[in-house]
């Protein structure tokens, strides 16, 4: 499966932001989606994933109520809405794809997409 993420730019902190990854390939309705962002410098970390029927979705503790994972399955498309945006969620942001069940671990993860740079400036 092939993944596109857009919707990286730049807004101001208290901003909103929605990211989209497209899938593509083989049966998107079998993938449950994570995406993960990366600040500069540092290390990769877990945002939110949600299963491939939507039934089930995890975050990141500190981004909970931020942030929110949605699937479009009928267009092959995860979301993530970003909101209340402060400057330490600058970070290239990517999506994942893995059979089924959603996992907030990256090694779990096979099917990367080539990320979206975010920033919020203060």
């Known amino acids: 499966v092939q993944l596109q993420a857009s919707g990286g730019g730049l807004v101001q902190a208290g901003g909103s932001l929605r990211l989209s990854c497209a899938a593509s390939?083989?049966?998107?309705?079998?993938?449950?989606m994570g995406w993960f962002r990366q600040p500069l410098g540092k290390e990769r970390e877990f945002v939110a994933a949600?299963?491939?029927?939507?039934?089930?979705?995890s975050y990141a503790d500190s981004l909970r109520g931020r942030f929110t994972i949605s699937i479009n399955a009928a267009k092959n498309t995860v979301y993530l809405q970003m909101n209340s945006l402060r400057p330490e969620d600058t970070a290239v942001y990517y999506c994942?794809?893995?059979?089924?069940?959603?996992?907030?671990?990256?090694?779990?993860?096979?099917?990367w997409g080539q990320g979206t740079l975010v920033t919020v400036s203060s």
């Open positions: 949600i299963s491939w029927n939507g039934g089930s979705t």
């Open positions: 390939g083989r049966t998107f309705s079998r993938y449950a």
């Open positions: 994942a794809a893995r059979l089924y069940s959603d996992s907030i671990y990256m090694s779990e993860y096979p099917y």
